[in-house]
């Protein structure tokens, strides 16, 4: 199960990050419809900063070394790749 902000390589090789999208009732505007959770492709820019991300993020996995990505919503096109502590490390996958 994916979570809302989870990035995810799809099947394609390009990138793509969950978010929440609320459907809309157009039968009753006035009404708020439910919401899914839907990968939305990320743009070019983002691409290579991503596969970069993936590569030094796999050389501190090898080294048993707990790392996590995320895209930095304040700064558009910036990755942070961020190391965890030992005590984190039961949650990366």
Do not use: K
Not at 2 to 31: K, S, T
């Amino acid at each position: 199960m994916a979570f809302d902000g989870e990035l995810v390589r799809m099947e394609n090789g390009r990138w793509a990050r969950f978010q929440q999208c609320r459907i809309l009732n157009a039968g009753h505007p006035d009404h708020e419809g439910p919401t899914i959770l839907v990968a939305v492709e990320l743009e070019d820019s983002l691409q290579s900063a991503l596969d970069a991300a993936q590569a030094s993020v796999e050389s501190y996995r090898r080294r048993g070394i707990p790392v996590r990505v995320q895209l930095d919503d304040a700064s558009p096109g910036r990755v942070n790749v961020e190391v965890l502590s030992q005590a984190a490390s039961a949650g990366v996958h």
